[in-house]
């Protein structure tokens, strides 16, 4: 390599020697018309006024040349003064001084939430004047009648698919801004499949309720049902559908009159697991020190593995057993109340949905939490501020649409 980058220079070469030549071209037909064109075609306009026009550019900033004609108007025998733009780009930028490209970059950045990077900040337009550009270009428009169009093959791919078809259930808190700050309640219901546990077929619906909004037709549990029932009849392909989820009693109870089966996140039981017997990084300190030395004498296991395995190979005879001998064991050592309390809850979440647990066919899966951040939180993440709730749901939709991903708010 003959050539050196100088790491401090924010030039795009290549680029900005593209622009430079587009615009002395656009400045060279602007002479031509001016000085020649204008003389032949036009004797009557007089020049009254030449200026430029700024131009910013991902090559950098560059200036057009402009000029304003006079003429007298036959009919009303008046002075007429008017710019004559002999290129559509001259017209374009009199408008805004930020190049089409600048623009849908800024737009871009804003949508993903990603930071401008400060090489880039003097070449594209303020925060303020994005969310300007997002409403008069009709972004969300655009982005609900892509979404809009996706689903429509999404519902096909799905009565298509051999897959089986997996419905996560969750809900998450967010807070938005509205006249003042308002806080909302998101239930989370999302359809898909997998192929070599590669998650396929995403849709995301979120049933949104704000906290001090009045129960109704459209945000009950009815509606909840009533909208599900309809989805699974436009995506029902020859598999039975699976739920998915923490075990909450809405999930239960809509699962139930769905008429579908239902299998308790893995994530939420390893969650629970490792908050009782857990001491790894993320257990809490006290476990650390009781659990590391502590084990299960009947399965020779930690606490926290021999509950693994007795829910994995869904035993729930072991599973009471192994209960048993710890809360035996744990009255010759010295346990506090909150790792017990922390034991008897974990023992009643695998309980009381112990034939979600320990009596269906299903392979448990870990995805319910993931869509809660990856197809939700993560897009509105921002720290000491907050989003309108049409913004919100701008950037989640469009978000997902990056990862193939069909998101509707009901």
């Known amino acids: 390599m003959n050539f ?33 064109t204008r003389k032949k075609i036009h004797p009557n306009w007089k020049v009254f006024k030449r ?24 009919a009303t025998k008046k002075h007429k003064r008017f710019v004559y733009y002999h290129h ?22 804003y949508l993903e939430s990603i930071p401008v990077p400060n090489h880039l900040k003097k070449l594209l337009p303020s925060k303020q004047l994005t969310k300007f550009y997002t409403k008069k270009f009709g972004i969300f428009d655009q982005i609900q009648q892509e979404n ?68 109704n037709e459209f945000n009950d549990i009815e509606f909840i049902f009533k909208t599900l029932k309809e989805v ?7 598999k039975k559908m699976v739920v998915s989820g923490d075990g909450a009693r809405w999930i239960k109870r809509l699962t139930e009159r769905l008429n ?20 790894n990084k993320y257990a809490p300190k006290e476990n650390k020190k009781l659990f590391k030395n502590w084990y299960n004498l009947t399965l020779n296991l930690s606490w926290k593995e021999a509950f693994e395995y007795a829910i994995l190979t869904k035993n729930i005879s072991l599973f009471k057993q192994i209960y048993k001998e710890f ?26 949905n112990s034939k979600y647990v320990f009596n269906n066919d299903q392979n448990y899966s870990s995805f319910t939490e993931h869509f809660v951040y990856n197809s ?22 469009y978000q997902n649409l990056l990862k193939e991903q069909i998101t509707i708010f009901l």
């Open 376 to 397: 939700f939180k993560k897009h509105i993440k921002k720290s000491q501020s907050l989003y309108s709730f049409d913004t919100i749901k701008m950037k989640v939709i």
């Open 327 to 352: 809360l035996v064991e744990s009255e010759t050592k010295i346990v506090s109340k909150t790792i017990l309390l922390n034991a008897k809850n974990f023992y009643k979440l695998i309980i009381n």
């Open 88 to 109: 559509s780009k001259i017209k374009e930028i009199s408008k805004t001084k930020y190049d089409i490209d600048c623009i849908k970059l800024a737009i871009k950045f």
């Open 4 to 36: 050196k980058i100088d790491i401090f220079d924010n030039t795009n070469q290549t680029t900005a020697s593209l622009y430079k030549e587009f615009v002395q071209k656009i400045n060279q037909d602007e002479e031509i018309f001016r000085t020649i």
């Open 148 to 215: 809009l169009k996706k689903l429509e093959q999404l519902e096909r791919d799905f009565k298509q698919t051999d897959e089986q078809i997996y419905i996560e259930m969750d809900d998450l808190y967010i807070n938005h801004q509205a006249e003042k700050k308002k806080k909302m309640r998101v239930r989370e219901v999302v359809f898909h499949t997998q192929n070599n546990k590669k998650l396929e077929n995403v849709l995301n619906l979120f049933f949104t309720k704000n906290l001090d909004e009045k129960l």
């Open 51 to 74: 200026y430029q026009l700024e131009w910013i550019t991902l090559g950098g900033i560059f200036y057009l040349n402009i000029t304003m004609y006079e003429t007298i108007d036959l």
């Open 232 to 238: 699974m009849k436009r995506t029902k392909n020859s």
């Open 260 to 279: 579908l089966e239902f299998s308790l996140d893995l994530f939420h039981i390893k969650k629970a697991l490792n908050l009782a017997f857990g001491f």
